[in-house]
């Protein structure tokens, strides 16, 4: 084996699986901004010279406006543009415009499609979920259209091929949306996914419907599909992330001897060789429907794809699960092995096997050096010999040649090493430094979960090169949630210190004419006043309430309020979550409403047992963690209020300590929106599950009832959201508090080492830069909230903000120079509303609104 340097890829691995991974990979990729050279931009054809595929930019005006293809385009024609991206690239999102030119251009493509290679030889047409290939584009000349793929596309050349049903002029510009794809996955093989026919269930589809290679013989080759599309599959594989799609559709899946064996054989390649450290399987676990992890792997490696596979696998046995029926990773150690190609077969626990999702974790292998022997032959010198004569080496004036191509690959080697360990201090003095907010304009990229949003105005140029943002593969490494207190790593500035800071001391709101942020946040600044409030850190990851220090009396008292049920009356049904020391499920309660007596707030369910969430702490929790179990029981116990979720019951007379509360029948108002459209003579028509603009006032109203009863007892709630809402088959809202804890909302929070911390996107300025939260932050969230409802939650909030640049934006309105980001307002909003939200996120404390005066405000726009 040579000596070698391996370079290496640095992946952050993010806790959780929302409804997608792409969500974290929607950068621009530079045709606006210009790092995708014209040169790499080419087409079928062009109108001029003016109207070349160079000038195909979005939002840019050189030339005559845009890319024009020469003539009429006919419906039969084909003409593209086609750009080439450099590298593979997960690419997730699209951009179109028309060709405004001044107020000059009046033509635009209404419909398009798109084809994709690897190589730039064989094309493939992308199609999305459900098998269509043509994507809606634009219906005038100026305004942006952004279109979310689904599935997304892994490729490096992309071509964009207008559409027209009838004889017309076509011109487009363009942007294209994602980040560098460094798992380096080229393809896989598989056999093809099964039909699973359970008595009594649906029938599920387990195939890979988005595979984009060849099938034949019921084998799946040369493609990518859903195992890299980052949609991980729920706990029930028959519960889709999707919607309008079957059963079963997030997971491909293989029943037992099917297949004529006891495994499932698949083989991956990859761009380059590679030097493997880990795999990850994201496997189904429901094993009371015959349906486990895999018992075992053993992965062969093949250093090139015209050599032989290697004798000596990596063999892996897996520890089964026959008590949590949740849906995880599993992490194969590979044992830095070599390769291009890999070959896994999987054997079966069960029944059913089920995969929704497989990465890999590796360094590129690059070879720096030649085999000390093969420098000797080129040198004629023997490796014995360490003074050479004169006249055993034949002068043939080669040698200085040879000397001089071997000292550049040494100092070409010795200037890798240096930046290899330059790059090592880096990371460890940025883990160190103070994180401090841009005093330059805020950068934006692009990122949404909606099919298609209308840009009015055009964005801010991004000046952020894709390189510094690889594609970030979400893994469920690590339920535990950090508690915030670990941010102090990440961000100094919300250092609990209560020294003098130059802002002005104290715990007061610093004054923006004393210092500037990089000056404050270089001083010590003070994270709250802990005389003035206690925090509670919920023992499933949630911050439950932070209640004013007048309650610790009625914090330690060793009453409990509520009545202790029986155990085995819960029957498990669903994880909802989990955190560092405790989970949260959904199960059914035999006999409740009898033993709560009347007057109990639960639904009439005519003897049948009653949905329940229960909060329990794990069996391996800390002493400090147990008693924080019993100041949540506690606090719980005290909130009584028609829009506040309630603690039932509790069962603390043996371990493990649960709490019993309500849980709603519509589950949490995040999901419940994002699967409805407004209320329509077409959503009536088809029937598709629909909310009027009524419907949301009255959510608005009851939102803020709970809030306005949590602020008249000083409690402040930290984590007010639509996932954190519960919703009944009324309509009716409770407000409650197991956001945190669930993976589906883990890209809602802002991250630390893989960990859910702070939802950065609901939070007041003061709160992220100071660590300050009360009522006030409180109503800023609420105005968030308001948002998020008025868009039907199909977007995050900031979607065009990274993490990193919602910070930013904080630091804007820290300053109060007119340059804060606001969110838009939603189109289903009223413009009296949406001054409503404004006010929320007033930039001073003192003038945003009361949740009383909210209330109020809202009340009378209900219908009665």
């Excluded at 949260?584 to 006999?591: I, K, M, Y």
């Amino acid at each position: 084996m040579p000596p070698i340097i391996k370079c290496f890829y640095i992946f952050h691995f993010l806790p959780g699986s929302d409804s997608s991974t792409a969500a974290h990979c929607r950068y621009p990729l530079g045709m606006e901004d210009g790092r995708i050279k014209d040169h790499d931009i080419t087409a079928s054809s062009q109108w001029y010279e003016t109207t070349g595929p160079q000038y195909a930019r979005l939002n840019r005006e050189e030339g005559d406006g845009a890319w024009c293809p020469a003539g009429l385009l006919q419906p039969s024609d084909t003409q593209y543009l086609q750009v080439d991206l450099g590298q593979l690239t997960f690419l997730t999102v699209v951009g179109t415009q028309g060709r405004y030119a001044r107020n000059s251009g009046k033509e635009f493509a209404r419909m398009y499609r798109l084809n994709y290679s690897h190589d730039g030889q064989l094309w493939r047409s992308w199609k999305n979920r459900l098998g269509n290939k043509t994507m809606e584009a634009n219906d005038n000349a100026y305004v942006s259209v952004i279109k979310d793929l689904h599935p997304p596309i892994i490729s490096r050349y992309i071509r964009l091929i207008p559409v027209t049903k009838m004889p017309t002029t076509v011109c487009m510009r363009l942007e294209l949306y994602g980040c560098p794809w460094h798992d380096g996955l080229t393809s896989y093989s598989s056999p093809e996914g099964q039909l699973m026919m359970p008595p009594g269930y649906p029938i599920a589809s387990l195939n890979d419907s988005t595979y984009d290679g060849a099938h034949e013989r019921r084998k799946l080759s040369g493609g990518l599909g859903q195992l890299t599309d980052g949609v991980t599959g729920q706990d029930d594989f028959l519960v889709t992330r999707q919607y309008h799609v079957w059963p079963g559709y997030d997971y491909v899946g293989w029943r037992n001897g099917s297949l004529g064996s006891g495994y499932v054989e698949m083989e991956f390649v990859f761009d380059k060789q590679r030097n493997f450290t880990s795999m990850k399987v994201h496997s189904n676990n429901m094993f009371y429907r015959g349906v486990k992890i895999f018992s075992s792997v053993s992965c062969s490696f093949k250093p090139r794809l015209i050599a032989n596979w290697e004798t000596e696998p990596v063999e892996f046995r897996t520890v089964l699960d026959d008590r949590n029926p949740s849906a995880r990773y599993v992490t194969v150690p590979l044992g830095r092995r070599n390769a291009k190609a890999l070959r896994c077969r999987f054997h079966f626990a069960d029944v059913w096997m089920m995969f929704s999702e497989i990465s890999f974790q590796s360094d590129l292998y690059v070879f720096f050096f030649l085999q000390i022997n093969e420098i000797s032959q080129l040198l004629n010198t023997s490796p014995s010999v360490t003074t050479p004569s004169t006249k055993d080496q034949p002068d043939d004036g080669n040698t200085p040649i040879l000397i001089g191509c071997l000292v550049t690959i040494i100092l070409l080697l010795v200037v890798i090493i240096f930046l290899i360990l330059w790059c090592q201090y880096v990371c460890k003095v940025l883990e160190k430094a103070p994180r401090r907010i841009l005093e330059e304009e805020v950068t934006v990229r692009l990122s949404s979960s909606s099919d298609t949003i209308i840009l009015q105005t055009p964005p801010v140029p991004p000046r952020v090169s894709q390189m510094d943002h690889p594609y970030e593969r979400v893994f469920l490494l690590d339920p535990q949630y950090q508690d915030p207190a670990g941010l102090r790593n990440k961000l100094p500035e919300l250092s609990r210190s209560a020294e003098t800071s130059a802002c002005g001391g104290g715990y007061a709101e610093p004054d923006v004419t004393q210092c500037t942020p990089h000056q404050c946040f270089q001083s010590s600044v003070p994270h709250y006043a802990e005389t003035d409030i206690v925090s509670l850190q919920g023992v499933t990851g949630s911050n439950m309430y932070a209640v004013p220090a007048l309650t610790v009396d009625s914090l330690t008292r060793k009453d409990i309020s509520v009545a202790e049920f029986p155990r085995h009356r819960l029957l498990f049904r669903e994880k909802l979550g989990e955190g560092q020391f405790g989970e949260v499920h959904l199960c059914e309660a035999e006999g409740l409403p009898e033993f709560l007596g009347e007057g109990a707030p639960l639904p009439d369910r005519d003897g049948r047992p009653v949905l329940v969430a229960v909060k329990q702490l794990r069996a391996d929790a800390t002493n400090n963690a147990r008693n924080d179990f019993l100041k949540e029981i506690k606090i719980m116990s005290r909130l009584n209020d028609p829009n506040i979720i309630q603690l039932l019951c509790v069962c603390v007379s043996s371990d493990p300590l649960c709490m019993v509360t309500e849980y709603m029948d519509n589950g949490d108002l995040n999901m419940f929106l994002s699967q409805r459209e407004m209320e329509s003579t077409l959503t009536h028509a088809n029937n598709i599950p629909a909310v009027s603009l009524s419907d949301l006032l009255h959510m608005s109203v009851q939102i803020s009832s709970g809030m306005r009863y949590l602020a008249s007892l000083n409690f402040v709630h930290r984590d007010l959201a639509t996932r954190n809402c519960l919703l009944d088959r009324r309509l009716t809202i409770k407000i409650a508090d197991f956001g945190m804890s669930r993976n589906l909302y883990s890209s809602d929070y802002y991250r630390i080492q893989g960990r859910a911390v702070l939802p950065i996107r609901w939070m007041a300025w003061e709160s992220i830069l100071l660590g300050k939260f009360t009522t006030a932050s409180d109503v800023w969230a609420f105005g968030v909230t308001l948002w998020e409802i008025f868009t039907l939650c199909k977007e995050q909030p900031y979607s065009l903000l990274s993490d990193e640049q919602v910070i930013e934006n904080t630091g804007e309105f820290f300053r109060n120079q007119g340059r804060q980001i606001f969110l838009y307002a939603p189109l289903l909003c009223p413009p009296s509303l949406f001054e409503l939200m404004m006010r929320c996120w007033d930039r001073d404390i003192a003038d945003r609104p009361t949740f009383e005066g909210l209330y109020q405000a809202l009340r009378p726009h209900v219908v009665q």
